[in-house]
C-alpha cells in the first residue's frame, strides 16, 4: 500500500510561481510511474503531467507546456510540479497519482489507470 501526501499549494497571483510535491511511502517509489491531475469545481479531474519510474519519459497537458514541469527523486521518494506563469485557469486542486509499472496498463493521461493517490493540495491564483 502506497501513500501519497501532497504540499506546496497556496494562494498566488497571476505570473506567479509555485512548487508542489508529493512524497510517498509505504511501497518501492520506482516502481511506479507518477502523475499530476487537477479538479475544478464542478469538473472532471483533469490530466497535467507525468513521469515515467525512469524519468526517460515526461508527458504534459498542452496548455501547461512551457509553464510546468514535472521531476522526480527516486532517491526521496518524491515527485514536483513546478509551475511557473500561473494562470487563473490553473486553479484547481491537485493530485499526484502513483501507477504500478507491474499492473501492464499503457499510458499516463487517464485517472482510472492509476492505483493511489494523495489527498490533494489546493491552488488558487488570482487575476
Known amino acids: 500500500q502506497v501513500q501519497l501526501v501532497e504540499s506546496g499549494g497556496g494562494l498566488v497571483q497571476a505570473g506567479g510561481s509555485l512548487r508542489l510535491s508529493c512524497a510517498a511511502s509505504?511501497?518501492?517509489?520506482?516502481?511506479?510511474?507518477m502523475g499530476w491531475f487537477r479538479q475544478a469545481p464542478g469538473k472532471e479531474r483533469q490530466f497535467v503531467a507525468a513521469?515515467?519510474?525512469?524519468?526517460?519519459?515526461?508527458y504534459y497537458l498542452d496548455s501547461v507546456k512551457g509553464r510546468f514541469t514535472i521531476s522526480r527523486d527516486n532517491a526521496k521518494n518524491t515527485v514536483y510540479l513546478q509551475m511557473n506563469g500561473l494562470k487563473p485557469e490553473d486553479t484547481a486542486v491537485y493530485y499526484c497519482?502513483?501507477?504500478?509499472?507491474?499492473?501492464?496498463?499503457?499510458?499516463?493521461?487517464?485517472?482510472?489507470?492509476?492505483?493511489?493517490w494523495g489527498q490533494g493540495t489546493q491552488v488558487t491564483v488570482s487575476s
Open positions: 497519482g502513483a501507477l504500478d509499472t507491474h499492473s501492464g496498463t499503457v499510458g499516463y493521461t487517464s485517472p482510472s489507470l492509476y492505483n493511489y
Open positions: 509505504g511501497g518501492t517509489f520506482s516502481r511506479y510511474n
Open positions: 513521469i515515467s519510474w525512469s524519468r526517460n519519459n515526461i
